[in-house]
């Protein structure tokens, strides 16, 4: 499969790894917002987070953990973003599932996302339409 974390995990390309263990692997992302910014990703190739299974994206959130207080101490980060992009829509480059941890400073100023402001009502309707896809 031609996937630049999948060779990564085999260790065809190199990458400056910082945890492993039997399923998840995690580097440093060659271009960082800041530095010490980790992929997180599982050594099964999923397309993206959603594609992923269940007891995967449990496991892997608690290595997101485990891996981002490590980063945090070592750059003495500030704060931490956890960013899953899903989809090329979403900025998605990479389609192998994988969690950023993303080392954060107060001094960085960065603001991560423009808000919008819902119309009358709207907020409702939205919430019912979503709460309604998840009862069955
Ligand atoms: P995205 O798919 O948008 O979540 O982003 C993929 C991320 O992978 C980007 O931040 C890239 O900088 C990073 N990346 C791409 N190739 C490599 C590589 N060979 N080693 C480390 N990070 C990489
Ligand atoms: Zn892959």
């Not at 090329?88 to 400073?105: L, Y």
Request: hydrophobic share 40%.
């Amino acid at each position: 499969m031609d996937c630049i974390f999948c060779k990564i995990i085999k260790g065809e390309i190199p990458a400056a790894k910082i945890y492993e263990d039997n399923n998840f692997l995690a580097f440093l992302d060659i271009s960082p917002v800041n530095k010490g910014h980790t992929l997180v990703v599982p050594k099964e190739h999923y397309e993206n987070l959603m594609e992923t299974p269940d007891e995967l994206v449990r496991d892997l959130w608690v290595v997101v953990k485990k891996v981002a207080l490590a980063v945090k101490k070592t750059v003495k980060a500030d704060g931490l973003n956890f960013c899953a992009n899903n989809g090329q829509a979403a900025g998605q480059i990479i389609f192998h599932t994988h969690i950023h941890v993303i080392p954060r400073f107060t001094s960085d100023h960065f603001k991560n996302w423009p808000n919008q402001k819902y119309n009358n009502g709207e907020i409702e309707k939205v919430a019912e339409e979503i709460g309604k896809k998840l009862k069955n």
